[in-house]
Structures are given as C-alpha cells and as structure tokens.
C-alpha cells in the first residue's frame, strides 16, 4: 500500500491535471450568439450602428477579418437538383414545408448549418439548409425535395417565393440605409456583441431569410 508521503504529490498532480482540463474546456466553449436583422444606421470605424427589425438600438462590431456578403435577387430555375439551399418556411398541415424565402449557398458554402431547425422570421417559422434531391414543377408552386444528414423534408415554392443567393463581397456593401442579416453576432463577456460575417442586402433588398 502506498504511503501517504507518495500519495499525496500524486493526487496533488492529479488535480492540477484535472484543473487545465477544466479550464481548456471552458475555453474552448464559444460565445453565445444574437441574429440580428435590421437597418444600417450609421458607421463608426469597424462599429456598426443598426436598427433592429424590433426597433431596437444595437451596436455590432465588425472583426477586422469581417467577411461580407451581398444578398442578391436570383431565379427560381437556379435551383437545380444538387443545389445546397436554406429553406425559410411555414410547416403544412401534411407535413410539407411552404417556402417563404430561399436562399442559395454558394458552392464553398456547401454544408454550412445543415440541417432542420425553429427559426424566427416568423413565428412557428422553420429554416431547413440541405441539398436539392428532386424538383418538381406542381400546381401550387415548385415541390423540392431536400436532403440533409438527419432527413429529409418536401419543401413548396409558391411562384411569389423570393429567392436569393449569396455573392462574396466587401466593405463596399456597408453604407447607410441598407439593409442586414447578421446570422450570428457573438456576445462578449463585456455585453458587446461582434459580427465575423455581414449580410447585407443589394440594391434596396431587405435579406427575406
């Protein structure tokens, strides 16, 4: 049996161990994030100064990596079979989704955020980013089957829809007036909040996602 003189440097050790574990852990967890959408109002530098759609007051600032990206008009027949898009709905009573927006990810966006989810671009509203499977033109709209890691749902199009994409831009984009999608600002230990991607609408376009 060991003595108590060797015991104790062990358990001493031991914990010391067990405390950088802890403490790697904790750090490693991310900030919780806000989804903010809303009206540039004004620019401060790399702050942003935005109305939200509550008609709140809020200032986000941008990383000094930020990565914009204008929210552009598209087409109905650029979604084709293989397309990885983000479904914003209103559930069916059958099951089905109806679209209220889509949005097209980029192909080097492929895979981000997958999956099925509550969102709030509505109330009861869904958001479903997954790959296209089948496209179907229906006598209510376009009936898209999408498929993502956990299922799959049956999604309608009604022809109103609208329908963006992403285009990868810069700062340019960021002026007074227009209007934001930020997805996911991160929110300090300190209140603030910060924003390593911005969304912005072209040409007037409020981001319907």
Known sequence: MPSLNNWMPRAVAAAFVACIVTSSISAQQQAPTVRIRGTIESIDGNTLGIKTREGTDVKVKMTDNVAVFAVVKTQLSEIKEGSYIGVTAMPEPDGTQKAIAVHIFPENQRGAAEGFRPWD????????????????????????????????KKVVVPPETPIVTFVAS????????????????????????????????????????
């Open 170 to 209: 810069d700062k340019s984009e960021i002026k007074p007036g227009a209007k934001l999608i930020i997805f996911g600002a991160a929110k300090k230990d300190d209140g603030t909040l910060e924003a390593n991607r911005v969304n912005v609408g072209r040409d007037g376009l409020t981001p319907p996602m």
């Open 121 to 152: 671009a509505r109330a009861n509203s869904t958001m479903t980013n997954a790959t296209v499977a089948q496209t179907v033109k229906g006598t209510d709209g376009q009936n898209i089957t999408v498929k993502y890691k956990d299922g799959e």
